[in-house]
């Protein structure tokens, strides 16, 4: 699976959008781009995925680059509820020989302010 | 609700004693996980299942076993061949080739003194 790359922290005013980079420049074209956040000493939530297309849900938007190398997740109204570790991991869902092996690396540490 | 559960949420051992951490889901997943995860770090893969009765290896097995006799449960015994048990371990599950990610429970943190 490619690696990633992210800060290690960056701090957001509430009520403001979080922009949270993704490098993974060593991408292949059929490797998704998940996002999973993880609240202090609670297991990952799922944020979001995509392949190519920009995607947004209740929660997060997910914009790829044309390329694919690099992605950023944007939180667009932060509140102090979104403080947390959030990870970016790029995987081949269908492999068989991958299912157990989303690597997650050490993520962005998001701080919300008031 | 359908989900994960992990029990107990804190668990204290003495050194040289084998421990096992509890993983149940009734989502109808096929595939479970175990992950442990160190202060400041990420997730690292200890072993998997994709259906019953068959697990492989993950990243850091050694010191570790597991069982998956039931579709619902994947216990994870740390034996005494873990050289630096304390950590916080985390079950997941997920669906078949998903696309969708993993659900994950809310974590055991076992400490060894």
């Known amino acids: 699976d490619a690696k990633t790359t992210q800060p290690p922290s960056m701090d957001c005013a509430e009520g403001r959008a979080a922009n949270l980079p993704c490098n993974h420049s060593?991408?292949?074209?059929?490797?998704?781009v998940y996002w999973y956040r993880q609240i202090h000493s609670q297991g990952p939530q799922y944020i979001i995925h995509g392949l190519k297309n920009n995607e947004t849900n209740e929660m997060a938007s997910l914009i790829i680059t044309e390329d694919r190398k690099s992605s950023t997740l944007i939180l667009p109204h932060a509140t102090l509820r979104d403080t947390a570790v959030y990870y970016c991991?790029?995987?081949?869902?269908?492999?068989?020989?991958?299912?157990?092996?989303?690597?997650f690396g050490a993520g962005t540490q998001v701080v919300v302010t008031p | 609700d359908g989900g994960i559960t992990q029990s107990p949420k804190y668990l204290f051992r003495k050194e040289g004693q084998n421990v096992t951490l509890s993983c149940e889901q009734n989502l109808n997943h096929d595939a479970m996980y175990w992950y442990r995860q160190d202060p400041g770090q990420g997730l690292r893969l200890i072993y998997y299942?994709?259906?019953?009765?068959?697990?492989q290896k993950g990243d850091i097995a050694e010191g570790y076993s597991v069982s998956r006799e039931k579709k619902e449960s994947f216990p994870l015994t740390v034996t005494s061949a873990q050289k630096n048990p304390t950590a916080f371990y985390l079950c997941?599950?997920?669906?078949?080739?998903?696309?969708?990610?993993?659900?994950f429970g809310s974590g055991t943190r076992l400490t060894v003194v």
């Open positions: 997941a599950s997920s669906i078949r080739g998903p696309v969708n990610g993993y659900t």
């Open positions: 299942s994709q259906i019953v009765n068959d697990f």
């Open positions: 060593t991408i292949s074209g059929n490797e998704y």
């Open positions: 991991i790029v995987r081949v869902p269908e492999r068989t020989d991958s299912w157990g092996k989303f690597q």
